[in-house]
């Protein structure tokens, strides 16, 4: 009898197994990650996306004790990164940085090798980033009343630089310009740090950027900054005004940045990497970084930051639309 139930219990605990094993197998988040993840950055290197997704990829390596290796994919105004995430494996070890430029890309671009809102999905929001309207001092301007009357009474004379046709700070500058009147033309150049090199040279006299790359010509007085573009003012800078507040209602954008990833991972490993993305956007070193180049954490679920991006790329389509904007 005694062997009779050993023979009993063995049997009982092989059958447990070999269910367990068929069903640990369909839990594709199980064991992962098991090697290193590509975080393509579709930026060049020390830019406000690269940065970013260091100080991601340092917390989820921490958390994960895997690898997480950013990998910055450059051209096309962003595109070629995120076309490398869409047509990767779909087993979680392709993960992007985005920002609000693809959001303007896809808005403009009927000829996109992907489409943004279903051949790849959001795994969360990481954060938000201001704009500031910044001019050289040549410009005898105080405030952004007298930037438009200035420009206004000057047509033709003042230029404003942009990272690139179609890029979010082009999109800042031709919703500014749609929204109040003001009279100055575009010129892209390959970069944010190219826009500031130009303004010394005084080939343009206008600009709208991150904090982070103006704020070191801001001591010496070789740049002004007039406003900044969020909806509200900000900690980091509590002495600017908005844009809205400054003469322009309504007027806001937002530099956000986020991670996606191809549309068929699986959930499991989505919410696995969002867990591990809320997390890190909690640790304080991290909020203190973001923060000290006008950055404020955001997190999301993935559902709110598809949602996000969706209402973005609509919000630009109907300026492209009303301001009469052809860019491909």
Known sequence: MHNF?????????????????????????AGYPSKPVRFVTPFVAGAGTDTTARTLAQKMSETFGQQFIVDNRTGAAG?????????????GYTICLISASHSVNSATNPKLPYDLTKDLQG??????????????PSVPVKSIKELIAYS??????????????????????EMFKHMSGASFQHVPYKGSAAV??????????????????????????????LAMTDSKRSPAIPDVPTVAESGVPGYEVDQWYGVITASRVPRPIVMKLNAAILDALKAPDVVKRF???????????????????KSEIAKWAKLAKAAGLKLH
Request: overall charge positive.
């Open 5 to 29: 139930n050993k023979t009993i219990r063995a049997a009982a605990l092989a059958c447990a197994a070999a269910v367990a094993q068929p069903l640990a197998a369909a839990d594709p988040a």
């Open 123 to 136: 795994i969360a929001q990481a954060t938000s980033l201001f704009y500031v309207v910044y001019h050289h």
């Open 291 to 309: 923060a000290g180049d006008g950055s404020t954490a955001v997190g999301s679920s993935p559902e709110q930051f598809d949602k996000h991006v």
């Open 152 to 173: 206004k009474a000057n047509p033709g004379k003042l230029f404003f630089g942009s990272s690139g046709t179609g890029s979010l700070q082009h999109f800042a500058g």
């Open 79 to 91: 595109a070629i990164g995120v076309d490398i995430t869409a047509k990767a494996p779909p087993d």
């Open 196 to 225: 500031i090199v130009a303004m010394f040279a005084q080939d343009v006299q206008i600009g709208f950027g991150t904090l982070f790359g103006v704020r070191p010509h801001l001591p010496a007085g070789r740049l002004k900054v």
